[in-house]
């Protein structure tokens, strides 16, 4: 028989199943990497599928195009299968190292008064 699943917004996934337990088997595994729906930082339905391949490895993530949050799969070894770790903040190199140098220069300022 034959399942359909929309991925996305714009993409529909049809497969042909044999019985109930196939069918359950595709929706649990699609449900896993296609639920994602809403942005876990600012609840944001804009969302993006991606997939980068940085020195031959794949990495699968879906991202809020409003905040940049990243939502990251990671994959069971032995079969490949994609499996939910969550979302994450940006990563923002530039902005981090800012505060960073505006702590040392506090903590130098409080140094010298103490002094
Ligand atoms: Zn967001």
């Known amino acids: 028989m ?5 991925a996305t917004s714009k993409c529909r996934l049809t497969v042909d199943v044999s019985d109930v337990k196939q069918a359950f ?6 449900e896993t990497v296609f639920g994602v ?9 804009n969302l ?5 391949q940085p020195q031959g490895y794949d990495y699968y993530s879906v991202v809020c195009k ?3 949050h990243e939502f990251k799969f990671g994959q069971v070894k032995e ?9 994450e903040p940006p990563y923002e190199s530039d902005g981090d190292s800012t505060q960073s140098s505006d702590d040392e220069r506090e903590t130098a300022q409080t140094a010298s ?3």
């Not at 729906?37 to 339905?45: A, E, L, M, T």
């Open 79 to 87: 079969s490949g299968q994609l499996f939910q770790k969550g979302w």
């Open 37 to 45: 729906d809403q942005c876990g930082n600012c609840s944001s339905s």
């Open 66 to 68: 409003d905040c940049r």
């Open 25 to 30: 088997e595709f929706l649990a595994y699609a």
């Open 113 to 115: 008064s103490t002094f």
């Open 2 to 6: 034959e399942l359909s699943f929309d």
């Open 48 to 52: 993006k599928l991606d997939h980068r």
